[in-house]
Structures are given as C-alpha cells and as structure tokens.
C-alpha cells in the first residue's frame, strides 16, 4: 500500500499562494495521485487528480516531479474558507486498498 | 442530484447490538467504499467493491461486514459493535478515479 507523508498544519495569509506536499516513496506504477479537501462535518471533495508533470483546473494546481516520489498542491490566493484539511490520496479505484494519509490542516488568517 | 447518500446520520447503541449502516449512491458508479475517521488517523478504509458482489477488505476491517448486492447499494453492517468502533464513518463512490463521499455517519457505541 502506497503510505503518504504530508505536514501536520499549516498557516497562511489571505491571498498567498499555499503550497502543501505530499511524500509518496512507494508509489505503483499504476497509482495515480488525488488531492481531497474536507471541512468539519463533512465528506471530502475531490480537489484534483494528477499522475505526472503538472494538472491545472479551476481551483489548483498539482505539480509532481518525474520520480513520482512527492506531490505538491498549489492553491492560489487562499481565502477564509480554505481553512480545513487537506488530504493527499495515492492509488487508483482499481483492486487495491485506498490509503489516505493523516492530512493537512490549512489555516487562513485573515 | 447526483449523490451519495448514508443511513443514519447519526447512531448511539450499546455494545454487541447489531446494526446496519446504509449508503446510496444514484449515479451509476461501480466502486463503493467504506472509511472510518477518528481523531489524529485521518481517513482509514474499511471495505470497498469493485462492483456488484465484489467485494474486498481495506486497511482495517476487523468487526465489520459488507455486502453489495446491488450497484447502487453498500451497507455497512456491525455484527457485533464495540466501544472502539465509535467514529465517523464515510460511505464514497467512484466511476474509476475522483470519489463522492456521502455525508457521514456518526457512531458512538457505550
């Protein structure tokens, strides 16, 4: 099972741009890399899904190295309602077990 | 509205009284899975299902059940709960990559 390694917490200003990491030294060849963001209470919601280079939408950016061993999700210009934990998930929905790491708690300070 | 969908939201039994925890989804999705959360783990995965009576465990099935004889269908079934199984439970589905999380179920078993 592909384990992942992000920071605990993180702080950031009102319109930064936040930058959260994600370590992932036994990824499969077959696993690709899915940012989720979840608030309290609730379900987490799909933010972006890369398996190489760079993935851009309309809400982040994802950049993984040509390893493969990390990931960074990129957020620009973080508002208020950022704040909440960011979950780093490698794997696929194939036939192997889905291993979510521990998450990131972004705070946004106005 | 495409969604996934848990009974109950919120659940207070006693040790050893079977229950069933029921998820939904209404958009056709073959991959159905089942987590746990509990402070300071993150997202852990119970079971999940490739499709309809496929069904395989995740990182910490002990003391559960799941069966999945219908696509849109996935329950979650605590044949015998204990105290340890308190937590927030998270029914997702997936068409193969990015995955809807239900709303959750919160568990307290005394």
């Known amino acids: 099972l592909a384990k992942t390694t992000q920071p605990i917490s993180m702080d950031s200003y009102e319109g930064q741009e936040v930058n959260i990491t994600c370590s992932h030294n036994?990824?499969?060849?077959?696993?690709?890399i899915t940012w989720y963001q979840q608030f309290p209470s609730q379900g987490p919601r799909f933010i972006i899904q890369g398996y190489k280079t760079k993935v851009t939408n309309e809400v982040a950016s994802l950049f993984i190295p040509a390893d493969r061993k990390s990931s960074t999700l990129s957020l620009p210009r973080v508002s208020l309602s950022d704040t909440a934990v960011y979950y780093c998930?490698?794997?696929?929905?194939?036939?192997?077990?889905?291993?979510f790491g521990k998450g990131t708690r972004l705070s946004v300070i106005a | 509205e495409a969604q996934v969908t848990q009974n109950p939201r919120y659940l207070i039994t006693v040790t050893g009284k079977k229950l069933t925890v029921t998820c939904s989804q209404n958009m056709n999705h073959e991959y159905m899975s089942w987590y746990r959360q509990d402070p300071g783990l993150g997202l852990r995965q119970i079971y999940y299902s490739m499709n309809v009576e496929v069904t395989d465990k995740g990182d910490v099935p002990e003391g559960y059940k799941v069966s999945r004889k219908e696509k849109r269908n996935f329950p979650l079934i605590l044949e015998s709960p204990s105290p340890n199984q308190t937590s927030l439970y998270f029914c997702a589905s997936s068409p193969g990559g990015e995955q809807y999380f239900g709303p959750g179920t919160r568990l307290t078993v005394t």
């Open positions: 998930l490698v794997g696929s929905s194939g036939n192997t077990p889905l291993v």
């Open positions: 036994n990824i499969a060849t077959n696993d690709y």
